[in-house]
Protein backbone atom coordinates (compact mmCIF):
# COMPACT_ATOMS: atom_id res chain seq x y z
CA UNK A 1 0.00 0.00 0.00
CA UNK A 2 1.14 3.66 -1.08
CA UNK A 3 2.24 5.29 2.27
CA UNK A 4 0.03 8.33 3.39
CA UNK A 5 0.71 11.46 3.30
CA UNK A 6 1.58 13.81 6.31
CA UNK A 7 -0.40 16.94 6.41
CA UNK A 8 0.40 19.30 9.61
CA UNK A 9 -2.52 21.92 10.47
CA UNK A 10 -2.03 25.55 9.53
CA UNK A 11 -1.52 27.67 12.56
CA UNK A 12 -0.93 31.17 13.59
CA UNK A 13 0.57 33.47 16.37
CA UNK A 14 -0.98 34.35 19.14
CA UNK A 15 0.37 37.36 20.82
CA UNK A 16 2.57 37.23 24.31
CA UNK A 17 2.49 33.26 23.75
CA UNK A 18 4.20 29.84 22.89
CA UNK A 19 0.59 28.57 21.89
CA UNK A 20 -0.39 28.86 18.44
CA UNK A 21 -4.25 28.91 17.31
CA UNK A 22 -4.91 26.66 14.45
CA UNK A 23 -6.89 27.00 11.84
CA UNK A 24 -9.69 25.31 10.17
CA UNK A 25 -11.18 27.57 7.59
CA UNK A 26 -11.14 30.85 6.36
CA UNK A 27 -13.88 32.89 5.75
CA UNK A 28 -14.45 36.29 4.00
CA UNK A 29 -16.80 39.21 3.63
CA UNK A 30 -17.12 41.00 0.53
CA UNK A 31 -17.16 45.15 0.25
CA UNK A 32 -18.07 45.11 3.86
CA UNK A 33 -16.84 49.28 3.97
CA UNK A 34 -18.91 51.77 1.64
CA UNK A 35 -15.99 53.48 0.35
CA UNK A 36 -14.79 50.29 -0.78
CA UNK A 37 -18.03 49.23 -2.36
CA UNK A 38 -17.78 52.50 -4.20
CA UNK A 39 -14.17 51.96 -5.82
CA UNK A 40 -15.13 48.67 -6.74
CA UNK A 41 -18.23 49.73 -8.67
CA UNK A 42 -20.45 48.51 -6.13
CA UNK A 43 -23.79 50.08 -3.94
CA UNK A 44 -22.60 50.72 -0.47
CA UNK A 45 -26.42 50.27 0.79
CA UNK A 46 -26.90 47.83 4.06
CA UNK A 47 -27.50 44.88 1.42
CA UNK A 48 -27.31 40.94 2.90
CA UNK A 49 -23.30 40.24 3.44
CA UNK A 50 -21.55 38.04 0.76
CA UNK A 51 -18.55 35.49 1.92
CA UNK A 52 -15.90 33.90 -0.05
CA UNK A 53 -13.34 31.18 1.39
CA UNK A 54 -9.67 30.97 1.03
CA UNK A 55 -7.82 27.77 2.11
CA UNK A 56 -6.47 26.93 5.38
CA UNK A 57 -3.08 26.81 4.30
CA UNK A 58 -3.35 30.33 2.22
CA UNK A 59 -2.08 32.01 5.97
CA UNK A 60 1.49 33.14 6.44
CA UNK A 61 2.99 34.95 9.17
CA UNK A 62 4.07 38.70 9.45
CA UNK A 63 8.04 39.03 8.44
CA UNK A 64 8.09 36.59 5.54
CA UNK A 65 9.41 36.86 2.26
CA UNK A 66 7.22 35.73 -0.36
CA UNK A 67 6.87 34.99 -4.03
CA UNK A 68 5.01 37.17 -6.57
CA UNK A 69 1.59 35.27 -6.62
CA UNK A 70 1.72 32.94 -10.21
CA UNK A 71 -1.09 33.93 -13.30
CA UNK A 72 -1.47 37.71 -12.32
CA UNK A 73 -0.55 40.73 -13.49
CA UNK A 74 -2.19 42.86 -11.45
CA UNK A 75 -1.72 41.88 -7.35
CA UNK A 76 -3.82 43.67 -4.83
CA UNK A 77 -3.37 44.24 -1.22
CA UNK A 78 -6.53 44.78 1.07
CA UNK A 79 -5.97 45.70 4.70
CA UNK A 80 -8.71 43.65 7.08
CA UNK A 81 -9.91 42.82 10.86
CA UNK A 82 -9.57 39.01 11.26
CA UNK A 83 -11.94 37.47 13.84
CA UNK A 84 -10.81 34.08 15.54
CA UNK A 85 -13.45 31.75 16.25
CA UNK A 86 -12.77 29.83 19.67
CA UNK A 87 -16.33 28.27 19.24
CA UNK A 88 -19.09 27.70 16.71
CA UNK A 89 -22.76 27.02 16.08
CA UNK A 90 -25.28 27.54 13.59
CA UNK A 91 -27.82 29.98 13.24
CA UNK A 92 -26.17 31.91 16.06
CA UNK A 93 -28.03 34.97 17.35
CA UNK A 94 -26.32 38.44 16.61
CA UNK A 95 -26.32 38.94 20.86
CA UNK A 96 -24.77 35.41 21.19
CA UNK A 97 -21.84 35.95 18.99
CA UNK A 98 -19.57 37.90 20.78
CA UNK A 99 -18.92 34.65 23.46
CA UNK A 100 -17.68 32.84 20.58
CA UNK A 101 -14.75 35.32 19.76
CA UNK A 102 -11.27 33.58 20.40
CA UNK A 103 -9.34 36.56 19.43
CA UNK A 104 -8.37 38.95 16.50
CA UNK A 105 -5.49 40.33 14.32
CA UNK A 106 -4.96 42.38 11.30
CA UNK A 107 -4.46 40.57 7.68
CA UNK A 108 -4.15 41.48 4.01
CA UNK A 109 -6.41 39.92 1.45
CA UNK A 110 -3.77 39.53 -1.18
CA UNK A 111 -6.24 39.24 -4.64
CA UNK A 112 -5.49 38.48 -7.98
CA UNK A 113 -7.78 41.50 -8.99
CA UNK A 114 -7.14 40.67 -12.87
CA UNK A 115 -8.35 37.01 -12.18
CA UNK A 116 -11.74 38.36 -10.10
CA UNK A 117 -12.68 41.31 -12.75
CA UNK A 118 -12.46 38.60 -15.45
CA UNK A 119 -14.06 36.13 -13.22
CA UNK A 120 -16.92 38.94 -12.56
CA UNK A 121 -17.49 39.50 -15.92
CA UNK A 122 -18.40 36.06 -17.17
CA UNK A 123 -20.22 35.12 -13.59
CA UNK A 124 -17.67 32.77 -12.98
CA UNK A 125 -16.43 32.30 -9.21
CA UNK A 126 -13.79 34.17 -7.17
CA UNK A 127 -11.72 31.20 -6.25
CA UNK A 128 -8.41 31.50 -8.17
CA UNK A 129 -8.68 35.35 -7.63
CA UNK A 130 -9.01 35.09 -3.82
CA UNK A 131 -8.29 31.47 -2.60
CA UNK A 132 -4.30 30.98 -4.41
CA UNK A 133 -1.51 30.12 -2.27
CA UNK A 134 -0.26 32.43 0.78
CA UNK A 135 -3.27 34.52 0.00
CA UNK A 136 -3.73 35.32 3.79
CA UNK A 137 -1.17 37.22 6.03
CA UNK A 138 -1.73 37.57 9.26
CA UNK A 139 -0.20 38.92 12.46
CA UNK A 140 -0.28 37.64 15.63
CA UNK A 141 -4.10 37.42 17.64
CA UNK A 142 -4.77 39.22 20.41
CA UNK A 143 -6.78 37.32 22.73
CA UNK A 144 -10.45 38.43 22.96
CA UNK A 145 -13.32 40.46 20.94
CA UNK A 146 -12.10 43.46 18.82
CA UNK A 147 -13.08 46.76 19.66
CA UNK A 148 -16.06 48.14 17.78
CA UNK A 149 -13.89 51.45 16.66
CA UNK A 150 -10.12 52.24 15.88
CA UNK A 151 -7.59 53.19 13.34
CA UNK A 152 -7.42 50.50 10.64
CA UNK A 153 -4.41 51.51 7.50
CA UNK A 154 -2.14 50.27 5.27
CA UNK A 155 0.98 51.32 3.73
CA UNK A 156 3.28 50.07 0.49
CA UNK A 157 6.68 50.88 0.63
CA UNK A 158 6.28 53.37 4.29
CA UNK A 159 3.54 55.42 2.30
CA UNK A 160 0.03 55.32 2.91
CA UNK A 161 -2.43 53.62 0.88
CA UNK A 162 -5.43 52.99 3.29
CA UNK A 163 -6.63 54.68 6.52
CA UNK A 164 -10.16 53.94 8.08
CA UNK A 165 -11.67 52.69 11.33
CA UNK A 166 -13.37 50.27 12.10
CA UNK A 167 -16.66 51.84 12.85
CA UNK A 168 -17.11 52.75 9.15
CA UNK A 169 -17.56 48.59 8.39
CA UNK A 170 -21.16 48.27 7.05
CA UNK A 171 -21.76 44.92 8.60
CA UNK A 172 -20.78 44.70 12.79
CA UNK A 173 -18.40 41.90 13.50
CA UNK A 174 -21.38 40.00 15.54
CA UNK A 175 -23.90 40.37 12.68
CA UNK A 176 -21.12 39.09 10.22
CA UNK A 177 -20.92 35.70 12.70
CA UNK A 178 -24.65 35.33 12.92
CA UNK A 179 -25.44 35.91 9.17
CA UNK A 180 -22.13 33.75 7.96
CA UNK A 181 -23.54 31.09 11.05
CA UNK A 182 -27.25 30.80 8.69
CA UNK A 183 -24.84 29.30 5.75
CA UNK A 184 -22.43 27.08 7.30
CA UNK A 185 -22.02 25.57 10.70
CA UNK A 186 -18.99 27.73 12.38
CA UNK A 187 -16.41 25.87 14.25
CA UNK A 188 -13.67 26.97 16.41
CA UNK A 189 -10.46 27.41 14.41
CA UNK A 190 -12.42 29.04 11.99
CA UNK A 191 -10.78 32.83 10.84
CA UNK A 192 -12.98 35.67 9.27
CA UNK A 193 -11.77 38.54 7.21
CA UNK A 194 -13.92 41.44 7.76
CA UNK A 195 -13.84 43.35 5.02
CA UNK A 196 -11.74 46.33 3.49
CA UNK A 197 -11.89 49.93 3.33
CA UNK A 198 -10.94 52.00 0.08
CA UNK A 199 -7.32 52.45 -0.97
CA UNK A 200 -6.69 48.90 -2.26
CA UNK A 201 -4.40 48.74 -5.32
CA UNK A 202 -1.29 47.05 -6.89
CA UNK A 203 1.66 45.52 -5.17
CA UNK A 204 4.60 44.69 -7.71
CA UNK A 205 8.15 42.97 -6.80
CA UNK A 206 10.40 44.25 -4.25
CA UNK A 207 7.04 45.82 -2.23
CA UNK A 208 6.88 45.74 1.41
CA UNK A 209 3.39 45.80 2.50
CA UNK A 210 2.28 46.45 6.37
CA UNK A 211 -1.27 46.46 7.04
CA UNK A 212 -2.25 47.66 11.31
CA UNK A 213 -5.50 48.02 13.40
CA UNK A 214 -5.39 49.81 16.42
CA UNK A 215 -4.90 47.45 19.57
CA UNK A 216 -3.23 44.48 17.16
CA UNK A 217 0.15 43.64 16.58
CA UNK A 218 0.74 44.57 12.85
CA UNK A 219 1.46 42.22 9.83
CA UNK A 220 4.13 43.22 7.14
CA UNK A 221 5.14 40.81 4.01
CA UNK A 222 7.72 41.87 1.24
CA UNK A 223 7.52 40.54 -2.42
CA UNK A 224 10.92 39.12 -3.78
CA UNK A 225 11.91 41.39 -6.31
Known amino acids: MMRLPEISTPSIAIADSDARFPVRRIYCVGQ ?3 DHAREMGGDPGREEPFFFSKPADAVVASGRTLAFPR ?3 NLHYEAELVIALGAG ?3 IAVGDAAALIFGH ?3 IDLTRRDLQTAAKQKGQPWDMAKGFDQSAPIGPLAPGAPPTSGAIALTLNGAPRQE ?7 WRVDEIIAKLSTLVTLAAGDLIFTGTPAGVGPIVRGDTVRATVAGVAPVEVTFAA
Open 32 to 34: NYA
Open 71 to 73: GTA
Open 89 to 91: GSD
Open 105 to 107: AVG
Open 164 to 170: SDLANMI
